[in-house]
């Protein structure tokens, strides 16, 4: 397979690729006559990433498979998540326009739309978790600076590049991470700008992606371009709608998330086992296809809608369905208990997903005062600090060394989410 190197909306001297594609895995696949789904197998399958949108990989030597047990850093304490988050901030952080951004890599450039709102996001835990004023001026920055490059209106997109050319419809599931970012940075800082473009965006894409095509959900893009409804859109726009009734004291948005998390939990949740869907896909309608591949961050965004309505509501049913998407992570998606890197190569979509899981599993075991899990988070945090390399950086891979060349701030904002988890909350 090739490699296509595009910059992101036109920027110029961006190197990247855009979703990772995984080819000849053995799958299970359900046709679904309406919404009624029947198993059957499907051995060739193009597996989404963020959004499911499919591309062809990088052009990066794959990194080598490590033997033995994992190596695990001793004595971890929340000093090595401050370290951690320093060590990022010196290497990615770079002051732009409007206030401040995140580099591409370790070279410069921009980072991607929706991976700078996750990273915005990773400040914003830091901030929750220490109430360091520090960072909350620093999500302020790192908000301000995300809208004077993107905008407040993030349904389009276009380019960078001379004449800012109209480059089509935003992706539903990237709207959705800005979202977040911005009704948190409306709860850490209470500037009710960041409230305001948050609800904005949500209700245009609400109008633009709800159907009933399928049982419900939210469109991917829309019915006629790619369509799908997927794990990556509808379970961060519950975690968007929950944010928002809780900003505005509507609980309209309360209606609506409810209404999305029946959907994902009837088409997208094996309620037996915990895994979740990754997306189902028109093949000829009304013929609907379930692909099923689970990745870190579509279990952990389940797990993050469940907890925000399990808060919201007080319905217990919210947090069973949560600890046992939890427990099929662990299971299921580790290699010797070490969260798996779910795409492999640098810089795809899937570099950063298994910060987006430790995000909302962490917040959702504290929310519920478990402790069982908490062996496995310090595991999977000293996994990751005991791979960083000379730099405090560490990549996708908390299996092997990271290495000294060229590294992407997506791909190693993972090891900085999961190492945050360390800090005890108000400490």
Sequence with gaps: MTAVVRDDEGEVGVRRTKRARIMIRRVTAVVVPAVVLALSTAVLLTVSACGGQSATRAAVTPPPVATGPPVVARGLTANDARASLKSFERAFLAAAPGGRFYRLDTSGGYADFWKEAEMIETVEDYYGYTGNAVYKAEVVALTNGFTARYGTD?????????????????????????????????????????????????????????????????????????????????????????ELSKALGDKAYLTKAERLYAWIRGALFNARTGQVYDHLSWTTAPSVKVYPTPYTYNQGTFIGAADRLGQLTGAQSYARDARRALAYTRTHLTRRGILQSDGGLANQDTGGFKGIFARWAVRFTRDQHIVAFDPWFRRNAGAAWARRNARGLTGQDWTVPTGSGLLYSWDCSAAVAMLETLLPKGR
């Design 154 to 242: 993030w349904m389009k997109k276009y380019s960078f590049k001379t004449g800012h050319r109209y480059l089509g419809l935003r992706a539903n599931d990237d709207v959705m991470w800005m979202i977040i970012a911005s009704a948190r940075a409306y709860e850490i800082t209470g500037d009710v700008r960041y409230r305001a473009m948050a609800k904005t965006n949500f209700d245009r894409a609400w109008a633009r992606a709800w159907s009933t095509d399928m049982g419900g959900g939210l469109w991917w893009r829309s019915a006629h371009d790619r369509p799908q409804k997927n794990a990556t859109t509808n379970a961060p726009a519950v975690i968007a709608a929950c």
